[in-house]
């Protein structure tokens, strides 16, 4: 059990590091990579995206921080 919550940690951890570092930010970080140079000749940013990834942010963070106490407990139980 704890080994299975540590495997959904390490990827809970992993999936949020990318989707913070896809948030366009004020350099445009790894989202003006992916987006590709257009945005950046016609001065427009993708509206849909932004609001999309800092939702999947805030549901990660939870599931990160969810599964930390859950490793807790069981750590403190075993």
């Known amino acids: 059990m704890m080994f299975a919550a540590k495997i959904v940690l390490l990827v809970l951890c992993v999936l949020l590091i990318l989707v913070i570092l896809l948030q366009s930010g ?6 003006g990579v992916i987006t590709g ?23 990660l963070a939870i599931l990160f921080f969810l599964v930390t106490m859950f490793i807790a407990v069981l750590y403190h139980f075993s």
């Open 26 to 31: 004020r350099s445009a970080g790894l989202s």
């Open 37 to 59: 140079g257009s945005n950046q000749v016609t001065n427009r940013r993708a509206k849909g995206l932004d609001p999309f990834l800092g939702k999947v942010t805030v549901v």
